[in-house]
Every structure is written in C-alpha cells, then in structure tokens.
C-alpha cells in the first residue's frame, strides 16, 4: 500500500472511531510504529487530525469557537437521541432534576414531557420551550435568567444568582469536550461559570457525551472526569478511550443508536 493510500484509510478510521492509536494501527497496517507516526505527522500537517499521545484524533476547533445550537443539533443526531433516551431512564418522577444547555440534554427534555411532578431546573431556552409546550400541567419549569450564548445558554451573574441558591437531585451535563487532562470543558468562560454552580448543585452528575467529545478541549474546564457519577457516551467512542474514561467516573454506560 502506498502512503498516500495509508494515510487515506488512517483517516477515514480517525473519522469513523473519532481517534486511533499508533499500536492499533501497526497492527492493522502491518508497517513500522516509526512509518505510522510518519503517518500521523502528514495528516496533522494538512489540518486533518490532531496528535495526541500514543495516536490522534479528529481535528477539533480553537478552544474558544463555539458553533450555534441549530449548527451542533444536525451533528451526531442519532447517537445524542440514544444518549438521550438512556438518560431518561435514570430519572424517578417527582424529584427535582436540571439540565445544562447543550443538542444532547435538549434531545433528553423531549423525553421529560411525561415524567409526573418533576421539577426542572435549565439555563437552556430549547429545553424550557420544550416543556412548556409539552409538558405536563404537574410539572414546574426553572428557567434561569441571564445573558444569551451562541449554544442558548443563559449564562453570567443573573444566571449564576438564580442557580446558587437552588438544591437537586440531579443534573446532566452537555459538555463541548472531554479529556483527562482538562476534565469536562466548554469554550465559553461564562457558561463554565455557570455550569460550575450547576454541579456543585446537584446531590448527582450525569454528562452526556458522544465520542466526538473525546479529547476535544474547550477553552474552560467545568469540572473533573472523576466528579462524574455517570457518563453516557456511545459506541463510536475509541476502546483505548473506554478504558480511561471507565478508570475515572463513577459509571460509564456505553450505548448504541443502532440497537
């Protein structure tokens, strides 16, 4: 195989798996761990993929941009759906629970419409539009004041008011990226403000996060991989990846959209 042919497949892996490491691909390709990071040094220059230690990764965004929340809603639909639906599953009817902004914890209010006397807490306008359109008359909706972000988050002191003073049971968390060096981050410093306090918060963490979050850093780090109770991921999430993220959270719960 020619290099160019080589590095073609390393990238549609690194597209597919969201990363790949410098080991599996030896294996696979039969050539020297010398020639795969040769590999890897290509495709990085090119603006392909990120390297990271032992393998690389999708090339992700500054640590500071920050698509719109219509952009991020067509992205990894069906495994944010799978996420969501998981997600559900963990809430008792009338306790109080709240939802950081973010597509995936959207996705997991549609699923809240019918839980009897729950009492939401969010920050996010989809998710309260969500409830107040169709959720049911026994259910009370918290929406935070504050200042508008691109995600349709409400964020900064108003926000950060409205939360410090408030108890819950649980909170699922949207997070932009996740590594285990920076934690669970954002690329917006006035939403990791407030997702701060959501943690601190909740009696539990639950984040919600497909694979293309792994090794993607934002510009804030929110809390800690290990502060989280649970963390819903998806198949598409890297074995390598599985097993850090398994060591650090309380409980790592791997779902599959297509079964």
């Given amino acids: 195989m020619l290099a160019q042919q080589r590095q073609a497949a390393i990238l549609d892996l690194v597209r597919r798996h969201g990363g790949v490491r410098v080991s599996q691909l030896v294996r696979q390709f039969g050539v020297s761990d ?43 639909r069906n495994e944010k759906g799978a996420i969501a639906e998981r997600a559900a599953k963990l809430i008792e009817p009338h306790t109080a629970v709240a939802l950081s902004a973010g597509t995936t914890t959207a996705a997991l209010a549609a699923h809240l419409v019918d839980v009897p006397g729950l009492t939401i807490v969010t920050n996010s306008i989809p998710v309260a539009d969500t409830l107040y359109h169709s959720g049911r008359p026994d259910q009370t909706v918290v929406l935070t004041g504050g200042i508008r972000t691109p995600s349709d988050a409400l964020a900064g002191p108003v926000a950060e008011a409205a939360i410090g003073s408030l108890n819950v049971d649980v909170l699922f968390l949207g997070v932009h990226g996740m590594s285990p060096r920076t ?46 109770d649970i963390l819903i991921t998806d198949v598409g999430l890297a074995a390598e990846a599985r097993v850090q993220l398994a060591e650090r959270v309380g409980e790592l719960i791997v779902v599959d959209p297509n079964g």
């Fill in 34 to 76: 010398m020639t795969i990071r040769r590999d890897l040094e290509a495709l990085a220059d090119r603006g392909l993929v990120d390297k990271v230690h032992g393998g690389a990764t999708i090339a992700g965004p500054g640590s500071t941009e920050e698509p719109g929340f219509d952009a991020k809603s067509v992205r990894q």
């Fill in 183 to 228: 934690g669970f981050t954002t690329p917006n410093l006035m939403e990791a403000g407030t997702n701060r306090l959501l943690v601190a918060a909740a009696r539990r963490l639950v984040v919600l996060a497909d694979h293309t979050k792994w090794e993607m850093v934002g510009i804030a780090t929110i809390t800690p991989l290990d502060e989280a």
